[in-house]
Structures are given as structure tokens and as C-alpha cells.
């Protein structure tokens, strides 16, 4: 069997190919935080999803199908981890309890954080006290 595509795409990318990552099988791969504060970012691939994933609990799902081509699919895939990769997006974990219960992902726009994504745990205790911590990676520079 030769490489997965998403092997491939790592490999062909001098960016990402020279950054701390392993590879937990032949269509997921990791890449490492490199502070206490960042986060690291899988990205699998099984054929029809694409799956991006955090060691803090946000992920995202791209869909194959919803793209013109599979190539296609993963470059968006690999450009939001790009920019997960840098300090210009971040994850804001919500607490309540000492639990996650919100993973929102945000980016810089030259003055202020914005929202991208969220994702939400069910919670029934929605007045107990919430905290938050946020969540930056600094490892590639931010694009313009």
C-alpha cells in the first residue's frame, strides 16, 4: 500500500513537515504544542472526514464530500491547523465545576478576538461558577 494522501500533504509541505509531529498510524497525524498554554492539533483522515482535533477537547469535522476534490478538502484542513499553529487563533475553554464544558475557537483580527467555532458539552448546572482559560499556540508565525 503506498503513502495516505495526508502523508503525502505533510510531507510536500516544508512548513508542517519540519515541525515536532508523529504520526499515530498512516492518516493521523500530531502536532505538538510547545508550551504548557498552546495546544496539540491531530488531523485524521479516514476517507469521507476529516477530523481536526485538540489535546484540549475542541474538534471539527470536514467532510469530503463537500469539497471539489479530496486534495481540496484537506488544504482547508491544513491551512485552519496552520493558523491553529500560530498565535493569530486560540481555543477559550469554559469551566463550570472545574469541567470543560465549552471549547471556542477564535481569531485575531488586528484589534479583537472573534469567534469561529464552538463546540458545547450538555450541561444541566448552568449556575455554578464559570471559569475560563485560554489556550495559544505560538509555534509558526502569523500569515498577513
Not at 495526508?6 to 500530531?30: G, M, P, R
Not at 491553529?84 to 469554559?94: A, D, G, K, W
Not at 458539552?121 to 455554578?128: A, N, P
Amino acid at each position: 500500500m503506498g503513502e495516505t494522501k495526508i502523508k503525502l500533504f505533510v510531507e510536500k509541505s516544508l512548513e508542517l513537515s519540519d515541525l515536532h509531529h508523529f504520526w499515530d498510524n498512516d492518516s493521523k497525524v500530531t502536532f505538538k504544542k510547545e508550551l504548557d498554554d498552546g495546544f496539540d492539533i491531530s488531523i485524521e483522515d479516514n476517507g469521507h472526514i476529516i477530523t481536526i482535533a485538540t489535546d484540549n477537547g475542541y474538534h471539527t469535522h470536514i467532510e469530503i464530500e463537500d469539497y471539489e476534490s479530496h486534495k481540496q478538502a484537506l488544504s482547508q484542513s491544513f491551512c485552519l491547523t496552520r493558523d491553529m499553529l500560530s498565535n493569530n487563533m486560540r481555543i477559550r475553554v469554559v469551566f463550570r465545576k472545574n469541567r470543560p464544558t465549552r471549547w471556542i475557537l477564535e481569531h485575531f483580527d488586528g484589534s479583537t478576538w472573534i469567534e469561529d467555532d464552538t463546540v458545547y458539552v450538555l450541561i444541566l448546572d448552568i449556575f455554578s461558577k464559570k471559569t475560563e482559560k485560554i489556550y495559544i499556540n505560538n509555534i509558526l508565525p502569523s500569515r498577513e
